[in-house]
């Protein structure tokens, strides 16, 4: 069996290198290429990467383009410390905060398009990026401090870092599952 889904691995493989999709595609390289940084310099990510970013999250796509999602950028490194202690000066986050009730729609998952779409950006500008989904109870009982709009609630941070260069944290990452494990085909 195991071979069979190898086999069928390399004959997709080999269908798009006919029809001109190979892996020199700047998306795919950064897709493959990504984890979540833990180790991040003090060189801080400046305004343009940013707003990069934040466009990118614009952009992604959301159930009958209600885009149901705000954006909080938050620099401050005392006021990002009560949401993660281990934050590194020059870091920011992005909180990405969903609708509150919207029958029929799916504002968290939608949220969670928009905050895969910054995070595939900031790797895209070469900067790391971490997925936060816990310490939005912080920052749902603060709501005010961290200037979350009324009628929104946190779903997503985003933290976002030049990356430490020092260590070696791809190596050091917990591998991913084989495509076996995760992967089913039905015929």
């Not at 949401?83 to 029958?103: A, K, M, R, Y």
């Not at 905050?115 to 900067?127: D, K, R, W």
Request: with cysteine; glycine share 8%; proline share 5%.
């Amino acid at each position: 069996m195991k071979m069979r889904n190898v086999l069928f691995v390399l004959a997709l493989f080999a269908v798009a290198e006919l029809f001109g999709q190979n892996n020199d595609n700047c998306v795919i390289n950064s897709i493959l290429s990504s984890y979540s940084e833990r180790a991040y310099s003090t060189e801080p990510v400046t305004d343009q990467q940013i707003d990069l970013i934040l466009q990118c999250g614009i952009k992604a796509p959301s159930a009958r383009n209600l885009q149901p999602w705000k954006f909080t950028v938050i620099k401050d490194e005392t006021l990002i410390k009560e949401v993660i202690n281990n934050i590194v000066p020059g870091n920011i986050i992005i909180v990405i905060s969903g609708v509150e009730s919207e029958n029929g729609t799916t504002p968290d998952f939608d949220c969670g398009l928009a905050t895969e779409s910054m995070f595939v950006a900031a790797h895209g500008l070469g900067l790391g990026a971490r997925i936060y989904g816990g310490p939005t109870g912080t920052i749902n009982s603060n709501r005010e401090r961290f200037q979350i709009p009324a009628g929104y609630k946190p779903v997503m941070i985003l933290r976002i870092g030049n990356v430490d260069m020092s260590i070696d944290a791809v190596s050091a990452a917990t591998p991913r599952k084989t495509p076996e494990e995760v992967i089913n085909f039905y015929r």
